[in-house]
């Protein structure tokens, strides 16, 4: 019989994980889909026991997500206005079933293009962090997620959690999911924008990502320095054009074709900027 | 290693592999059925269980993580002496119960919700239950019953007396054990000792093949008993719906028609058939070009069947008067072309069943929705009698026409008799979708006249329905089509042909409607589009040209009673108008980017086989103790069939229905009443029903020597009979119990819709009686992204007389759903939608509130004047829905389904571009 570790000790798993072979699970959600009609015959390394490990906390500079979070938690967490956008996205993963046993690193680690999670974590410039029996490593969410089913964790790596730096404390934050139906749905685009605003009501810094157009969620740089100093009003939108969205990439699918995925995403980006400009 | 939890509030305890999904615990290690497995993926919600009161999917959650902690299913709802909660209580008397097989689900999504908040709002609520899909009610219902419980809402049911149950809102029949997790589905019913079978299915879509030897395998895994291979099937290797086609293989014999076919099966221990992998069983297949959609109408195709050059079925064909010759008279004539994908049944149950091989005859449990038909197509499959082989149905967790073609059967069915053991086999979802028949693509060409005042002229279409890799029921579609293919319209005038082609992709089979959604989208688009052209109100264009009694329809048919059309756009004049006016101010009023739009569609539809004879038996018996027993072999799939039946043969004999006890299904019990299917059950099998309660009655009545308006007392072991002052008391224990069943006396009743074959030009009477019905859909469309959100749907069918207002009502919403789906977001692609998170099908916030009008234009030959509302439901939804983005876009759309993708793009050449 395949070993099954659950551990309550970081060390444990850490150990477990230095040994090799282990499959992490933590809610299952992306584990077990992936396995239908076979038995489980892999090494697991169920990450849902160790202590501590579901923690949500101001930091201070930064606020932490703890590995073993569920979207659940992160949805009924006390946490600033600006995590408004990552809400969102947490009800708007799978049904209830799914955000009360899948956790936000899961849906980081499972690397899909079109993980809910990820626009606004990377809208926010997350921190990934990293624990192996050597040590811990930080890195940006966007080099952790290198691409389709693709990450930067090493096999005796497990992730621990996740480090928003903190926003200014009226920033604002703003998440739209485009997908075909209401409920249980892979979006076909996303977006997800962080505004902060200076002294004198323009843009000092308009974060903003887009899902679901490319392998890992992007930034649209060139939009976010265009749109700096501008006004926060009505006008911002305005000033959004397709060539913004020069960094995506999409591919035609099931869920929509290439093209219809570029149109889209415009109109989501300029609806996100819209909603943080109301 | 023991995990211990508390499991509804008792102790319990498993040695299962830590990994074990919590689900499978549940239901196979211990027993806890009622918690159903729809997807093992987190895609349907129907495994949804309280973990420490937070509901989760159990198939995603590894058992080892509830150690300690609580889970509570649906078998713990109840109170310890089975009182309902009021929450199961409010979905049996809501009828938010269908087939009942995401119930459980929905009851347990329900309660978490209630833990968290008494006084939930409707979108409280949708947000809630959003987790759990339901194929079969539309939600509404469901939606109700939740409701029911924050602020109780009245009483919804009635409890009829003797005489009283026709047309009345009964409970379910089998209602309760819907709610209380206690009902028995295809894979809920296994002995312990079983084997599993699995199938092996084809990664290609055409190929050919050979199989290695077995042996390595036999080696490595000991509780490998037996490969089933195409040289083990002990009679005919193939199968079909048709007496005389069995083109289907149970197992592969060297060809590989479609992805998803069954090649070998591996039968032994659980462990073993799940952890062998494909790819370790020893099958090599050389590759060949698929064809797909219509390429093997191309002259250099390949034969997908020795038989059938050209890769072409069939044709259809109906011709009535010269339509080319009217059309060229006509003052105005419009004509196009319409596109729909394959579509995916969706049923939340995954075909599963067992078998044992019981000395010379071979019992299959399993679930279905055509007992009979899997009888006969056992017994060549093992060459022996039909006698010899007994199908005892489980309840059906949705069938809409995927669980009349064979599912599990063959392989569950060979295996026991070569084996002598039972063998046991539950379908993934994958499997499901790959190996299970769909709704046939099709490409329909469209051509409408009328005059300038608003008369129909002449009607003429052409249409390729892509029946897949094997048979099934490409025959009925290719024959049905053109029968209904002017829509319920008088056209004097009418040529239509259609064609059934083969291709490398899943059987195309039964699927609500038989191509007849496919081609309402045409007929109902194109009368939309003339009426535009006179300028005619589009609801007032139809209900000129409604097909009445008095005329003819393209077959020559006469229609003599029962055709209602008429009357449902009467019904619907008032929130059709209403709606437009709506939809316009709305659209003058905002900022362009969404957009309201009301549109119209109406069907009709033959009940019953086409042109073939199709009869019901049933029995009504009683015995020497009193009691009453229907035995009935139409099989409930969810609508209600066991209820209505019930209802109509308790008035025919005169007894409250209550009293009555009901023996479904099982072939060695019940007679045949033909398939669930053809909308029939309620028309055909209901009227056998009833006529067999009548029977039972006339005969208690000569017994008694009195007339026919004597009045029956059903007492233990005694009848009192009165007739005016005369009184007669029958003691039943001094009757033989030699009647069917043990019975002292049967009532009996066959029934056979009347029904005509169709000529070379397809004229003739092919249906005993047609439904008919008309559904306005308004939708809010988003310009700049293509996404149709659809707000509100009235839907009016005649259905010659509700049997169960509550169950049609249920009928209708899940109808409208699935048509929903179909015009909007459902298109099966073989090999990359085999799961319910790409094949998508409308959730809880998708299906909008429908109003229903029950139009009752009674039918003589129907049970008490009641016909079929199954199909029809599903029928007028589509182009309602793409009349309504037209309405609200001034786009037509001319494929389904009418995805954002394809919206926009519609939208963007029509000049909609943004700025």
């Known amino acids: ?278 | 290693m023991s995990i211990s939890f508390s499991l509804n509030g008792k102790p319990a305890a498993t040695d299962a592999a830590p990994a074990r999904r919590l689900a499978h615990v549940l239901r196979d290690d211990l027993g806890f059925t009622g918690t159903k497995i729809g997807c093992d993926a987190g895609d349907c919600g129907a495994c949804t269980v309280l973990l420490d009161g937070e509901q989760v999917c159990a198939c995603l959650v590894p058992v080892a993580q509830v150690s300690g902690r609580d889970v509570m299913t649906v078998e713990g709802l109840a109170a310890s002496d089975g009182r309902l909660s009021d929450l199961q209580q409010a979905f049996h008397e809501y009828g938010a119960a269908q087939c009942g097989v995401c119930t459980p689900g929905m009851l347990m999504a329900a309660s978490d919700l209630f833990k968290h908040n008494e006084t939930p709002t409707d979108d409280q609520i949708l947000d809630a239950l959003g987790g759990v899909l339901c194929r079969c009610t539309g939600y509404n219902k469901i939606l109700d019953a939740v409701k029911h419980v924050v602020r109780p809402n009245g009483v919804s049911f009635v409890n009829p007396d003797a005489g009283g149950a026709m047309g009345a809102r009964t409970l379910k029949t089998d209602g309760i054990q819907k709610v209380d997790g206690s009902e028995l589905f295809g894979a809920d019913v296994a002995p312990a000792d079983a084997l599993w079978a699995r199938a092996i299915r084809s990664p290609h879509h055409s190929a050919t093949f050979t199989l290695g030897s077995f042996d390595e395998l036999h080696a490595k895994w000991p509780g490998l008993v037996r490969v089933l291979t195409a040289a083990d099937v002990p009679g005919n290797n193939g199968y079909g719906i048709y007496p005389d086609v069995k083109d289907q293989p149970a197992f592969a014999d060297g060809q590989i028609r479609f992805k998803g076919e069954a090649v070998v099966a591996l039968v032994g221990d659980y462990e073993t058939v799940y952890g062998i992998r494909d790819e370790d069983v020893p099958v090599q297949y050389t590759p060949r070009e698929p064809l797909f959609g219509f390429a093997g109408l191309a002259d250099d195709a390949h034969r997908i069947h020795d038989t059938h050059p050209g890769n072409i079925l069939a044709h259809g064909y109906v011709k009535k008067g010269d339509a080319a010759g009217a059309m060229a008279g006509a003052d105005v004539v419009v004509e196009d072309s319409f596109a729909t994908g394959f579509v995916e049944h969706g049923y939340i149950e995954p075909e599963a069943g067992w078998a044992q091989r019981v000395g010379d005859r071979l019992e299959i449990t399993v679930s279905t929705q055509a007992p009979y038909m899997d009888r006969d197509e056992m017994a060549q499959l093992i060459g022996i009698p039909n006698e010899s082989v007994r199908i005892i149905p489980t309840a059906c967790g949705g069938g809409f026409g995927g669980k009349l073609d064979l599912g599990v059967h063959p392989m569950i069915g060979i295996a026991a008799w070569i084996l002598n053991r039972p063998v046991r086999c539950a379908w993934t979802r994958i499997e499901s979708m790959a190996a299970s028949t769909k709704r046939h693509p099709s490409r329909i060409t469209a051509r409408y006249g009328c005059t300038k005042d608003g008369d129909l002229v002449a009607f003429d279409m052409s249409g390729d329905f892509n029946t897949g890799a094997y048979v099934s029921w490409g025959l009925t579609v290719k024959d049905r089509v053109p029968v209904h293919a002017t829509g319920p319209y008088f056209v004097p005038h009418v040529e239509a042909k259609t064609r059934a082609i083969f291709a490398n992709e899943t059987p195309a089979g039964a699927f609500r409607g038989f191509g007849i959604p496919q081609a309402a989208i045409a007929h109902d688009t194109l009368m939309d589009m003339m009426a535009e052209e006179i300028g005619m109100d589009i609801l007032e264009f139809r209900l000129r040209n409604a097909i009445r009694k008095g005329q003819e329809t393209a077959t020559g048919q006469l229609l003599e009673y029962s055709a209602g059309l008429d009357q449902c756009l009467e019904a619907l004049r008032d929130p059709w108008q209403k709606a437009r006016a709506a939809a316009e101010k709305f659209n003058a009023e905002s900022d362009g980017v969404k957009r309201r739009g009301v549109g119209l569609g109406c069907m009709w539809y033959g009940c019953g086989n086409t042109s073939l004879s199709n009869p019901s038996t049933m029995h009504v018996g009683i015995a020497a103790d009193g009691a009453v027993t229907l035995y009935s072999g139409a099989q409930d799939i969810g609508q209600g069939t066991n209820t209505t039946m019930m209802q109509v043969a308790a008035d025919g004999l005169g007894i409250r229905m209550d009293k009555m006890h009901l023996v479904w299904g099982d072939t060695d019990r019940t007679a045949d009443a033909g398939k669930s299917s053809a909308s029939r059950q309620a028309y055909v099998s209901g009227r056998a029903a009833m006529e067999a309660g009548q029977d039972l009655r006339s005969q208690i009545l000569r017994l008694a020597n009195v007339g026919d308006g004597a009045a029956i007392e059903f007492g233990p072991g005694k009848l009192t009979v009165t007739d005016g002052d005369a009184v007669r008391e029958i003691d039943l224990s001094e009757l033989a119990a030699d009647k069917l069943h043990g019975n002292v006396l049967v009532g009996e009743a066959t029934f056979d819709p009347p029904a005509t074959p169709l000529d070379e030009m397809g004229q003739g009477n092919p249906y005993g009686t047609y439904g008919f019905g008309a559904q306005v859909a308004e939708v809010e469309v988003d310009v700049d992204l293509g996404t149709v959100k659809v707000l509100h749907v009235w839907a009016a069918h005649d259905v010659g007389a509700a049997i169960n207002p509550t169950q049609v009502e249920g009928q209708v919403h899940g109808g409208v759903a699935q048509g929903l789906g179909l015009a909007l977001m459902e298109e099966y692609l073989p090999g990359r939608t085999e799961n319910l998170h790409d094949y998508l099908i409308p959730t809880f916030g998708d299906v909008p509130p429908i109003d229903v009008y029950l139009i009752e234009d009674p039918e003589p030959t129907g049970p008490y004047g009641a016909k079929g509302i199954g199909e029809p439901a599903l029928i007028p939804t589509p182009p309602a829905i793409f009349g309504a983005i037209h309405h609200a876009t001034g786009v037509r759309m001319k494929q389904a389904p009418a995805t954002p993708d394809r919206v926009r793009a519609a939208i963007l050449a029509a000049g909609g571009d943004k700025s």
């Open chain 1, 1 to 278: 019989m395949p070993a099954y570790l659950r551990p309550t000790e970081l060390g444990e798993a850490l150990e477990a994980l230095a040994a090799g072979g282990h499959t992490i699970v933590a809610g299952g959600t992306d584990f077990y889909p992936a396995r239908v009609g076979r038995t489980i015959d892999e090494d697991v390394l169920d990450v849902t026991a160790i202590d501590g490990l579901r923690r949500i906390e101001d930091r201070g500079d930064h606020f932490y997500i703890g590995a073993g979070a569920t979207w659940t938690d992160l949805i009924r967490a006390d946490l600033p206005d600006w995590f408004r956008a990552l809400k969102q996205a947490a009800r708007e993963v799978g049904g209830v079933q799914i955000q009360n046993a899948g956790t936000v690193v899961g849906n980081i680690c499972n690397a899909s293009p079109a993980a809910d999670g990820m626009p606004g974590l990377v809208a926010l410039d997350a921190t990934v962090v990293l624990g192996s029996v050597s040590g811990e490593r930080v890195i940006a969410i966007t080099d952790f997620v290198q691409g389709n089913r693709k990450t930067a964790r090493k096999p005796d790596e497990m992730v621990l959690g996740l480090r928003i730096p903190a926003c200014g404390t009226d920033a604002s934050s703003a998440f739209l999911k485009l997908g075909a139906r209401k409920y249980l749905v892979i979006s076909i685009v996303m977006v997800s924008a962080v505004l902060e605003k200076a002294a004198d009501g323009t843009v000092d810094r308009l974060r903003i990502a887009v899902g679901s157009c490319s392998e890992v969620a992007r930034r649209l740089p060139a939009l976010e320095a265009a749109l700096a100093g501008k006004p926060v009003d009505a006008s911002l939108a305005g000033l959004i054009t397709a060539d913004h969205l020069a960094p995506l990439s999409p591919i035609g699918d099931v869920r929509g074709s290439a093209d219809y995925r570029i149109d889209a995403a415009l109109t989501l980006v300029r609806r996100t900027v819209t909603e943080l400009t109301e």
